[in-house]
């Protein structure tokens, strides 16, 4: 989930153009060394679909982007009370607000 003030914390964030104030639900799919990110939103514009592929190395996990992103996105992940957290460690600013703020949770 990123909220309103999660978006304010984006290296891009531009206070003379917010976006809207909504809340989006990012569900992320991990399936056979590809992923899947639907992002839905309170206000936004409609359901928006990434994908690519992804590896596991260790405590590393790369997300390497067909299109919408920057190419590689690589993060350190670990297990928490409160769910899977991740933390950045290369790639696009903007993404690693999304992916590192609040804990993932696995749902069925």
């Known amino acids: 989930m990123n909220t309103f003030e ?3 914390l984006q290296p891009n964030f531009d206070p003379a153009h917010p976006p809207p104030n909504d809340t989006s639900i990012f569900t992320l799919r991990l ?3 590809r992923w899947q990110l639907r992002v839905t939103g309170s206000g936004g514009p ?3 679909n990434y994908s690519g592929t992804f590896r ?3 405590d590393r996990i790369t997300f390497q982007w067909e299109v919408g992103g920057l190419g590689l996105n690589v993060y350190r992940f670990r297990p928490t009370d409160d769910g899977l957290r991740l933390t ?3 790639g696009d600013p903007d993404d ?3 992916w590192t703020r609040n804990p993932w ?3 069925e």
Do not use: N
Request: aromatic share 0%; no cysteine.
């Open 56 to 58: 596991v190395d260790g």
């Open 105 to 107: 949770h696995e749902i």
């Open 6 to 8: 999660d978006k304010k």
């Open 96 to 98: 690693e607000v999304v």
């Open 46 to 48: 409609g359901e928006q």
């Open 88 to 90: 950045g460690v290369s």
């Open 31 to 33: 399936a056979r060394q």
